[in-house]
C-alpha cells in the first residue's frame, strides 16, 4: 500500500477543500471515485501547480477520468466549477428553467443537467414569500391511505402529461427495466446428459475406444440462440416526447450485458430513415442521445411511414433480420403514403420478422378505433399490437415480448375494421 509524505497546507485549506467537494460532484453524478484518488488529485495539484488553467484541468482529469463514457460528464462540471464564475445562477436556470434572467441562450449540452444536480446536490432556490392574505386559509387534511403510491402513479402517467420532475423520474425508471427474451433452439446440436437424440458419431467413437462395444449412447441437444431486436422508431412531430422516453428505454437494453439478445440495432424514421444503433452503444445515456439526435435530421417532421419501411426492407432487412429476430416498431400509424405502398412493405417486414410488436401511444385513449388509413393499411401484418404512452406500458413488453400467443389488442381492433 502507498505511504504518503505529509503535505505542507496552509491552516485554511481552500484549495483542497474545493477539490474535495469538485470530487464529491464527480461521484454523485457516477464517476467512480474514492478517498484515495482524492488525495492523489491535491497531491498532483501541489506538483503541477495551478497557474495555468490547462494544466490545472488536465492534472484533474488524469486523476479522476478513466473510461472515455466519463469525459463529457467532467467536462461540464469542470466548466461549471472552475470556469464559469455564475455558474450557480447557470444551474439554478437549467433546474428551473422559470427563473428568468440566469438561463443561458445557448441549447443545454450532453450531461450538463446532470452536472447541475451534482453540483447543486438538492439546493433550490428560496420559494417566493406569500401574501399575508393566504397565510389565513383553511387546512384541509386528505386521508390519503388508500391512494395510489406516487411512484404507482407515475408508472401509469402519460409521457405527454408529465412534468420536467416527473419525466426524470421516468427516465431514471426506464433505465431500470429490462427486457429479457427466451432463447431460440437452433440446428446445431451440443452434448447433453439428458438429451432428445442420440448423437451417433460421438457414440460410434466411445465404442471403437472400448473395442466395438457399444455400451452407451451419447445423447444431444439443440444449442440455443438468441434473436436479435430491431426497433423501428417514429421521431415526426407526433410521436416526439413518447420517441425521447422509448429510446432511453432502448439505450438501457442496448447497454443491458446477459439480457439474452444478440444484438440490438435501432432505426429512427420520419420523412427518411436513419440507423443509430452505434450511438445507443454509447455507455452515456446523454451523449448517445445527443449524438443520434444529431445524425437523425428529420426530428419532429413529418411522416413517411410507407418510404421508410421501404427504404429498411431494402437495405438493411438482410443484414440485421437474420435468425428469428424481433421487431418492435413504434408509430402512431398516421402516415402521409399511400395506404397500399403501407401495406406491401409492412407484409414484407411482417415475413422477414419472428414476431412483430407494433406499440401506438393513442392506444392510451378508451375510444380509439381504426379509423386512420394508415392504421387499417398497418393493422392486419403485426403479430401484437399494444400501447406505448408509459413506463407501465414499456414494463408490460418485458413480460409478453417471449409469448407469441399475445396479440394485444389486435383482435378487438380487427373486428372493429371488418365490414
Known amino acids: 500500500m502507498a505511504e504518503y509524505i505529509p503535505l505542507d497546507l496552509p491552516e485554511n485549506p481552500k484549495l483542497s477543500h474545493n477539490i474535495t467537494h469538485f470530487a464529491r460532484a464527480l461521484r454523485r453524478a457516477g464517476l467512480p471515485i474514492g478517498t484515495g484518488r482524492v488525495i492523489d488529485a491535491i497531491r498532483a495539484v501541489e506538483a ?11 492534472t484533474l482529469h488524469a486523476c479522476f477520468v478513466n473510461r472515455p463514457e466519463h469525459r463529457t460528464v467532467y467536462n461540464q462540471i469542470f466548466r461549471l466549477y472552475w470556469r464559469d464564475p455564475r455558474y450557480l445562477e447557470h444551474m439554478m436556470s437549467m433546474l428551473l428553467p422559470a427563473i428568468r434572467g440566469a438561463q443561458e441562450e445557448k441549447p443545454a449540452q450532453a450531461a450538463e443537467k446532470r452536472a447541475a444536480e451534482a453540483l447543486l446536490d438538492g439546493k433550490q432556490p428560496e420559494a417566493p414569500e406569500r401574501p399575508e392574505a393566504e397565510e389565513e386559509e ?14 404507482e402513479k407515475l408508472r401509469r402517467l402519460d409521457f405527454e402529461q408529465m412534468s420536467t420532475a416527473e419525466i426524470a423520474e421516468a427516465k431514471r425508471m426506464l433505465a431500470r427495466l429490462k427486457l429479457p427474451v427466451k432463447p431460440l433452439p437452433s440446428r446445431r446440436g451440443m452434448a447433453a446428459l439428458n438429451g432428445h437424440d442420440v448423437d451417433w458419431r460421438r457414440s460410434i467413437r466411445a ?3 472400448q473395442g466395438g462395444e457399444m455400451r452407451s449412447f451419447a445423447q444431444t441437444r439443440p444449442r440455443p440462440r438468441w434473436p436479435n431486436l430491431v426497433v423501428l422508431c417514429d421521431i415526426s412531430g407526433s410521436m416526439s416526447q413518447y420517441s425521447r ?3 432511453h428505454f432502448l439505450h438501457a437494453v442496448a447497454n443491458e450485458k446477459g439480457a439474452g439478445w444478440a444484438r440490438v440495432h435501432a432505426f429512427t ?14 455507455r452515456d445515456v446523454d451523449t448517445a442521445l445527443k449524438s ?16 421508410s419501411l421501404h427504404a429498411f426492407n431494402r437495405d438493411w432487412s438482410r443484414r440485421v433480420m437474420g435468425q428469428g429476430a424481433v421487431v418492435l416498431l413504434i408509430t402512431d400509424g398516421l402516415d402521409r403514403d399511400d395506404g397500399g405502398a403501407l401495406s406491401r412493405e409492412m407484409e414484407r417486414l411482417q415475413l422477414s420478422a419472428r414476431r412483430l410488436i407494433w ?17 387499417r393499411a398497418m393493422l392486419p401484418h403485426v403479430h401484437s399490437f399494444r400501447a406505448g404512452h ?13 409469448r407469441p400467443e399475445d396479440v394485444g389488442e389486435k383482435t378487438r381492433l380487427m373486428a372493429m375494421m371488418a365490414p
Do not use: C
Open 269 to 282: 424514421f420520419g420523412t427518411r430513415l436513419t440507423n443509430i444503433t452505434r450511438h445507443l452503444a454509447t
Open 359 to 375: 406499440l401506438n401511444p393513442l392506444l392510451r385513449w378508451d375510444g380509439f378505433a381504426p379509423k386512420a388509413a394508415g392504421i
Open 207 to 209: 465404442a471403437m475406444r
Open 390 to 402: 408509459s413506463v407501465q406500458s414499456l414494463q408490460d413488453l418485458a413480460d409478453v415480448i417471449s
Open 292 to 307: 443520434a439526435g444529431a445524425e437523425a435530421q428529420d426530428w419532429e417532421g413529418g411522416t413517411r411511414i410507407a418510404s
Open 48 to 58: 503541477a501547480g495551478f497557474t495555468d488553467r490547462r494544466d490545472f484541468y488536465w
Open 245 to 247: 422516453m422509448v429510446l
Open 138 to 151: 383553511t387546512l384541509i387534511k386528505v386521508d390519503a391511505s388508500m391512494t395510489m403510491s406516487a411512484e
